[in-house]
């Protein structure tokens, strides 16, 4: 026996439905046929008892931990190296303090070594040792043949003053008064 027909619809038998189906068909975009096609999918898995969607969770948990993990190394990285830029920002300027400071001292080790080289100041020095400049000094001349020519005659120095003898016990420096039981030296020795 055939199945009575359905109030308001097409009956079992009626060819007209396959066409309806057919044209229905065509009538779908692909983004709706992948999406009936996904539902028939689920459908499937539903009832074959495969995948559920707390098992893919699972799966993207492994994932999810990488992908924090990796996060977490950056910003642990990216922290790590700002506070060593600021340690290398502090200890540059020390570096450039110590440098302009070393600067500065051997600036004043020139101007020092410049006074003392001076030839005023290697007179009176020659002079506290005792030596005396030569009255009149003999020059020489180097003719263009390479032969030496002498003008003048040498003369011994008049001032004839002995430097201090030398002792073992130095006298303290100006302005400073010798340890309690020490001689001094005469003065204008």
């Not at 009956?11 to 046929?33: N, Q, V």
């Not at 028939?40 to 098992?55: H, I």
């Amino acid at each position: 026996m055939t199945a009575p027909a359905r109030v308001g619809g097409p009956s079992p038998r009626d060819p007209s439905k396959d066409r309806d189906d057919r044209d229905k068909a065509r009538r779908r975009t692909a983004g709706a046929e992948r999406a009936y096609a996904r539902r028939a999918q689920r459908a499937q898995n539903l009832r074959n008892g495969t995948a559920s969607p707390q098992q893919k969770a699972v799966s993207k948990a492994p994932f999810v931990v990488l992908v924090m993990l990796v996060l977490g190394a950056g910003v642990a990285g990216i922290m790590y190296f700002s506070t060593q830029a600021a340690a290398d920002t502090y200890r540059l300027q020390e570096a450039r303090a110590e440098a302009e400071k070393l600067t500065l001292q051997m600036e004043q080790l020139r101007r020092e070594v410049a006074l003392l080289e001076s030839p005023t100041d290697l007179a009176r020095r020659a002079g506290e040792m005792g030596l005396v400049e030569p009255s009149n000094p003999a020059r020489l001349r180097q003719n263009p043949d390479g032969t030496v020519e002498e003008f003048g005659k040498p003369s011994a120095p008049t001032k004839s003053t002995p430097p201090p003898p030398p002792s073992s016990e130095q006298p303290p420096p100006a302005g400073q008064t010798p340890p309690a039981g020490t001689p001094t030296p005469p003065a204008g020795g």
